[in-house]
């Protein structure tokens, strides 16, 4: 139980640095999208129902913070949660290259997704691509880059929290 709460505290986290991240970069009117972090490590490391409810709750928060009809990031966390939790017998886990490319791959199929889904509100669709397209590659390059501490952070909560656990346990006996 302990270890399911622990994981939406690291979302928190991670959406306080992106918001404020945003909010930094929108003097240049760049926006950062880094969806697949909420997904990543528990599709991942947890067992399906564990990481599907830590998923679910990163797309409650994205849907509380974007101006998209609610349920949308809720909807493509879960689709990416269980794709990527069924390919995850094929990836490396403990390798960081592969944790990066499965993030990039999953950023990437995340924000074209909620891209295709919002296009139809602007006045002018074609023009604006390139906009989407310079969000998408800071996007990835910002993840390329946060991935290995992000995954790395949240491995370290878990494991702090097992050792609360066993200290907790220990002196009860």
Do not use: K, Y
Not at 52 to 75: I, K, M, Q, R
Not at 77 to 87: E, P, R, S, T, V
Not at 141 to 150: I, R
């Amino acid at each position: 139980m302990r270890r399911l709460l622990v994981l939406p505290v690291t979302l928190v986290l991670l959406w306080a640095i992106v918001a404020e991240l945003n909010h930094a970069l929108s003097g240049l009117h760049v926006h950062v999208f880094a969806g697949a972090l909420f997904v990543g490590f528990s599709a991942l490391t947890q067992p399906l129902r564990a990481g599907l409810a830590v998923s679910l709750f990163g797309g409650l928060l994205g849907d509380a913070n974007a101006p998209v009809s609610f349920g949308t990031h809720l909807l493509l966390f879960a689709a990416a949660h269980l794709i990527i939790f069924h390919l995850r017998d094929r990836v490396p886990r403990e390798d960081n290259i592969a944790t990066i490319i499965v993030a990039l791959f999953a950023n990437f199929a995340l924000f074209l997704a909620l891209s295709f889904v919002q296009i139809h509100r602007s006045p002018a669709p074609a023009a604006v691509w390139p906009r989407l397209i310079a969000d998408l590659a800071c996007s990835q390059v910002l993840l390329a880059f946060v991935t290995p501490w992000f995954f790395a952070l949240q491995a370290r909560a878990l494991a702090l929290v097992d050792t609360l656990a066993a200290l907790h346990a220990r002196r009860q006996s």
